[in-house]
């Protein structure tokens, strides 16, 4: 059982690249999300998805984008990158249940990003 | 919005000694959930409380949730080299179907 695969691992991007952080779950999870960890900093959610075809907006999404077209990818996308940018980034997932409560979230390797 | 305060941020012990670090929120709680993130690594689920005043052990490691669920405890008894990394709170609370998560305690531990 993979979990939830995460790819790159480590990306050097120049000021102004574009780049997609690749993210898989296998778990059949409804709930996905995206978070920056910066040097000795909690987590910052960028982006979540409750179920394929629906998004939202976290603490911090200015600079990103995602989507979410079936229920096991949720890519990350980077536009025009800027050094404020870089920071290790985790994507999850997790189930919503019944009980109004989410499952424990699985984590991804995480991607460390620079941009110089 | 709704926050989950967790503290202290850093804490730095003697091996042997003993840890505790608290989530506190000003709403009640649906569970709370405890991870940790060892150096360099990524965060990993320890452990779920969703009933008021539940305690679980995981050898060293006990859980409280409090009454009220509106906070919570991870003690670690006699910490060894091997519990260093960021312990983080993450709960559900009200209508927010996405977990909310404390800034982290980040744990040292002196050989």
């Known amino acids: ?116 | 919005g709704q926050q989950v305060m967790q503290i202290p941020q850093y804490q730095h012990v003697q091996e042997g000694e003993d840890f505790t670090t608290y989530c506190n929120s000003s709403t009640t709680l649906s569970n709370i959930q405890w991870y940790k993130q060892r150096p360099g690594g990524h965060p990993v689920f320890l452990i779920q409380l969703v009933k008021s005043g539940e305690v679980k052990k995981q050898k060293r490691l006990t859980f409280q949730f409090g009454e009220a669920k509106k906070n919570s405890s991870l003690h670690i008894t006699a910490t060894q080299t091997t519990d260093v990394g960021t312990y983080f709170c993450a709960a559900n609370a009200g209508n927010n179907r996405k977990l909310i998560w404390g800034l982290g305690t980040s744990l040292a531990v002196n050989p």
């Open chain 1, 1 to 116: 059982n993979a979990g939830v695969t995460q790819t790159p691992k480590f990306r050097i991007l120049k000021i102004g690249q574009s780049m997609t952080l690749q993210c898989t779950q296998d778990m059949n999870h409804n709930y996905m999300y995206w978070y920056r960890q910066d040097p000795g900093m909690g987590l910052k959610l960028i982006y979540y998805s409750v179920g394929a075809g629906i998004t939202d907006k976290g603490e911090v999404p200015n600079g990103y984008n995602v989507s979410r077209s079936t229920t096991e990818d949720f890519p990350l996308r980077l536009e025009l990158a800027a050094p404020s940018q870089t920071s290790v980034y985790f994507c999850a997932s997790s189930r919503f249940s019944g009980g109004g409560m989410n499952t424990e979230a699985f984590f991804g390797q995480g991607t460390r990003l620079t941009v110089v």
